[in-house]
């Protein structure tokens, strides 16, 4: 089994065969059942990938450098080889060109997942995605179903400035007609990626690229290729009673690190991860407040009308009451990248800012 | 005028003097095949021109005949419509340009698909929608097909392979290379023509679609319906090189005109066969709307009313059929006037039934935002006061 392992870490991660082998291989070694079957969350798409092109031949992906190239970000590895070039289709730089493609191959009745290289490559062919595929079926009453996935790595990377480290969250999840989910972990990659293109509709799907190397503990359930994860359901990641951090992508690891640096200090934090932008959670976010009485909502996105505006407007309508302290809020900072590292680390949020805002909302300072 | 092959002065004696004996039913169903020249050449662009001799048939034509007067009709009643407040919003009308869609339709089947602009109704009647569906999806009724709840740049008819219907210029392109793409992937043999107009020729989207269908030989026939006018620009002053049959470079094109319906019949037929064999292909009509861009626009400080006459003495699409059916003696002057009577109750019958076609109920504010709700609350203008659960 380790020589299993220790080959497929040579090859660049986990590929699908590899895994299932490495599945076989701890099947029958039960005795060693106490160890923890770990993923990272490029395989977890990959894998994810792999299975729905399997089950549904109308699956196809198409985007720049997904084929030969492997993928820019290595998250298609493989499929080209297997599904073939019909299936898994390198596009030119032209983004408007084909993202209407893929919507209108969708119109048809195929099933296409189009990836953007970044998300800030998705303006380019924005009017497809909210005008062409997003009110489709609205405008049709019903006759031109759109079930189409746009995905790729959304938000900040490291280092790659103004221009590619926006996060679209919301302005996506603005528009009535999208669905739009954002993962953390590889369950979440796995599950939510195949319910995305299982889905009818058209799902907006936003990666993290820096999430792409960190690997998380897969359960049993998670591998198999019939797993999935509700839309519109939020997960609580870790349960607690003083106050409610609400966050989305690579920020519920850090709001999970700002959980375990208050638990220090006496606070304890619950640690809601949204999957779902659109629908958003509101019963699970307000259920949570009702019991914890205090809201940070954290997010890496630009402030102004922000997914963290929508949290708080949605918390002062339904559970005003239960408030005992303002709701905070974490974000980016109000302004375009900078590229310097240190100006870079204060337009992110860091757990230290999560963490004092908690502690605002818990009425400690210091 | 087109020359026939067929008939001889002796023949026309003869055929209208039988007609008068019977009572006047014979012409309309004579499917026997004939050829007719049309008067214009194609001009073409990297491929060779096909045959300017068209198959067609009497009742063919007195289809087209029939047909285009139909669309004719239903777009003058929806003039009148938007003048007397019933249809609201944006109307674009398609009179002038009913011999690309008639000519279209006889080229192809329902397993074709079309996509088009907003400048859409008489495209969906083309593909087998109803009179009573477009007005009442023009005048916002339950009986519309689209519910009501597109309005007139949104009809759409899939199950007759017609995709809409699209508001924004330009972007039913590169959907229409999507709808291509579908078809080749599953093996179809069948094609999308997807139509735009001069103004939309100049959209970067059209070359980013058109190279893709081109690198992968997409069944994709792209047709730039040239009235001339991109709403008050000229196409002179919107395009550098207003030859649009030439604008896809590496892609074969022809130049058509649009106004005669056999000509498009013919240019449809043979960018079909080459589609399928080829990959895409663009067709540019000549052709010409009568009413302006839409009815915000009066059509006529951009243009001289001569132009507009001149264009309706001399090429009117509906003229040249008639023309045709009454020099072959297919039908006499006052047949076609008949049917032209008969045309203008049945729209009016159908504005009627329209009419009386309710509203969409309020809960239709809320259904088909998606195919698979989840049960997610979707909400009205004020929360509090209004929200559904989305099924």
């Known amino acids: 089994m380790w020589g299993i392992l220790r080959r497929s870490i040579v090859d660049g991660g986990f590929s699908a065969t590899s895994l299932r082998r490495v599945r076989s291989a701890l099947v029958s070694s039960r005795s060693y059942a106490a160890a923890a079957k770990e993923m ?18 109308k699956v196809f992906i198409m985007g720049e450098e997904v084929g030969q190239y492997q993928g820019a970000y290595k998250i298609t590895k493989g499929l080209l080889e297997k599904y073939g070039p019909e299936r898994v289709c390198d596009t030119p730089i032209t983004e408007a060109g084909f993202a209407g493609i893929g919507v209108g191959a969708a119109y048809y ?29 609205y405008m049709s009453a019903g006759q031109i179903a759109v079930p189409i996935v746009f995905r790729g ?26 669905k739009v989910l954002s993962p953390y972990s590889s369950e979440d990659a796995r599950g939510l990626l195949k319910a995305a293109i299982r889905d009818p509709d058209p799902v907006v799907f936003l990666e993290n690229e820096l999430l792409y190397g960190e690997s998380f503990p897969v359960s049993e359930e998670a591998l198999d290729s019939s797993f999935c994860l509700p839309i519109g359901k939020a997960k609580i990641e870790r349960e607690g009673k003083d106050v409610t951090i609400t966050a989305f992508s690579k920020m519920v690891g850090l709001a999970l690190k700002a959980a375990e640096m208050l638990s220090k200090e006496g606070i304890n934090a619950e640690v809601i991860n949204l999957r779902s932008i659109r629908p958003l959670d509101r019963a699970t976010v307000n259920a949570s407040v009702r019991k914890t009485n205090r809201l940070v909502t954290v997010e890496e996105g630009f402030p102004q009308h922000g997914v963290g505006a929508e949290i708080c407007t949605s918390v002062v309508e339904e559970s005003f009451g239960y408030l005992d302290a303002p709701i905070e809020r974490i974000s980016g900072a109000d302004v375009p990248m900078p590229y310097a ?11 230290e800012d999560i963490v004092r805002a908690a502690k605002r909302a818990c009425f400690r300072s210091k | 005028m087109a020359l026939s092959r067929l008939s001889s002065r002796s023949n026309g004696l003869l055929r209208s003097a039988a007609a008068a004996v019977l009572l006047r039913r014979t012409i309309s169903t004579d499917t026997s095949p004939m050829t007719i020249d049309i008067s214009l050449p194609f001009t073409a662009h990297l491929v060779e021109p096909p045959s300017r001799a068209v198959e067609t048939s009497p009742k063919e034509l007195l289809s087209f005949y029939r047909d285009m007067v139909v669309m004719r009709r239903m777009e003058i009643a929806a003039d009148s419509l938007y003048k007397a407040k019933l249809i609201r919003g944006f109307c674009h009308l398609y009179d002038g340009q009913e011999a690309v869609a008639i000519g279209m339709e006889a080229a192809i089947t329902k397993q074709d698909a079309i996509i088009t602009s907003y400048r859409d109704h008489c495209t969906f009647l083309g593909r087998g929608g109803s009179l009573v569906e477009a007005f009442s999806e023009l005048m916002g009724r339950k009986a519309g097909c689209s519910n009501g709840k597109g309005g007139s740049m949104h009809f759409y008819k899939k199950d007759a392979g017609f995709y809409g219907g699209h508001g924004i210029v330009g972007a039913q392109i ?32 059209l070359f980013e679609a058109l190279n893709i269908a081109a690198l992968w ?30 604008r896809g470079d590496y892609v074969p094109g022809l130049k058509v005109d649009g106004m005669d319906v056999l000509a498009v019949k013919q240019a449809c037929k043979f960018a079909k066969e080459h589609a399928l064999k080829n990959g895409p292909i663009v067709l540019e009509m000549d052709t010409y709307r009568y009413h302006g861009h839409s009815m915000s626009d009066p059509g006529s ?91």
């Open chain 2, 217 to 246: 030989d997409l069944p994709a026939i792209l047709v730039c319906e040239n009235n001339h006018y991109g709403m008050g620009t000229a196409e002179w002053r919107a395009a550098k090189s207003p030859a649009y049959f030439k």
């Open chain 2, 301 to 391: 400080t951009y243009r001289t009313r001569d132009e507009i006459s001149g264009v309706r003495q001399e090429r009117d699409p509906i003229e040249r059929v008639r023309k045709l059916i009454v020099s072959h003696d297919f039908a006499t002057e006052k047949e076609l006037k008949d049917i032209e009577k008969e045309v203008r109750k049945e729209v009016d019958a159908a504005i009627a039934e329209a009419k009386e076609s309710p509203v969409p109920d309020q809960s239709e504010l809320f259904t088909n935002i998606y195919v698979k709700g989840l049960g997610t609350e979707s909400f009205g203008a004020d929360r509090k006061e209004l929200r559904a659960s989305l099924p």
């Open chain 2, 174 to 205: 590169p959907l229409g290379c999507g709808l291509a793409f579908a078809q080749k992937y599953s093996k179809d043999e069948a094609v999308t023509f997807t139509l735009y107009g001069d103004g939309a020729a100049n959209q970067g989207q």
């Open chain 1, 40 to 57: 990272s969350v490029r395989d977890a798409l990959n894998s994810a990938l792999d299975e729905e092109m399997s089950a549904d031949p």
């Open chain 1, 341 to 351: 590292a240190n100006l870079e680390r204060m337009a992110v949020p860091q757990a």
């Open chain 1, 109 to 137: 009745g195929l099933k296409p997942v189009v990836e953007f290289m970044t998300f800030n490559f998705s303006m380019q062919a924005i009017d497809h995605i909210i005008n062409s595929a997003a009110k489709s079926n």
């Open chain 1, 153 to 178: 790595p959304n938000g900040a990377a490291a280092g790659v400035g103004a221009q590619h480290s926006q996060c679209y969250a919301a302005w996506y999840a603005s528009c009535p007609g999208l």
